[in-house]
């Protein structure tokens, strides 16, 4: 069965410090999203993707967080400086454009 | 905005023993209704959904079904067993590929 993968699982790193988180979605879908989850705290959308643009962001996805594909299987999330505050685990998913969407089995970054 | 609002956990319930954990949503329109289940380890799995009041979801012995009049969907299971153990997060999107809002998640434990 096809599913979504994550790189890496675990991410480390200095705050200030550029990261990229990788996903590549299940083949034939069409729309992109990442989520977040602070420990403890609910699930959060960040944003959505389709047709090579953001269809939709959260107040959370400000300057510092971008998305691309830059080619036809990945999907990442940049954030291009991080702060204490984005230690979270990170979820991809991907869907058809129907209601479900399909996730990730999550990078957990940790900003020191 | 859209909110979802689920039982607080953890949740310890016996082998066998009967399962409820309580979901409530508030939104505009007719939003598709859904519980993810996530594994200690693991990303979100999709358990059921509904797209439709008075629609039944069902899976692995779950179900779940969607109540307009008192904005509910309330996940039931008849017998628990140990495996089922895991956090289980009420979710509602609002349009066919949209953002999914979830609830705060409610762990489930569950002893032989």
């Not at chain 2, 409820?20 to 799995?45: D, K, R």
């Not at chain 2, 008849?78 to 997060?89: E, N």
Request: aromatic share 12%; hydrophobic share 35%; net charge negative.
């Amino acid at each position: 069965e096809p599913e979504v993968t994550q790189t890496p699982s675990h991410q480390v790193t200095q705050m200030g410090q550029e990261v990229i988180l990788r996903c590549v979605p299940i083949s034939n879908h069409l729309y992109f999203y990442w989520y977040r989850q602070i420990l403890g705290q609910k699930v959060e959308f960040l944003v959505s993707f389709y047709n090579n643009e953001i269809s939709e962001k959260s107040e959370i996805f400000d300057d510092q967080f971008s998305v691309e594909r830059p080619d036809g299987s990945n999907f990442t999330l940049k954030i291009r400086s991080t702060k204490l505050e984005d230690s979270a685990m990170y979820f991809c998913a991907s869907g058809q454009g129907e209601e479900t969407q399909y996730f990730g089995p999550g990078t957990r970054l940790l900003v020191l | 905005g859209d909110s979802v609002t689920q039982m607080e956990g953890p949740v310890t319930l016996s082998e066998e023993a009967f399962l409820t954990i309580n979901c409530t949503y508030t939104a505009t329109g007719y939003p598709s209704l859904f519980w993810y289940v996530q594994y200690p380890g693991e990303g979100l799995q999709l358990l059921l959904k509904a797209t439709k009041a008075d629609d039944k979801g069902s899976n692995k012995g779950f179900e779940a079904t969607y109540r307009k009049e008192t904005t509910s969907f309330h996940l039931e299971k008849g017998s628990v067993q140990v495996s089922d153990s895991a956090v289980y997060f009420c979710a509602l999107s609002n349009n066919a590929g949209n953002m999914l809002t979830f609830g705060g998640g409610t762990r489930l434990m569950v002893k032989p």
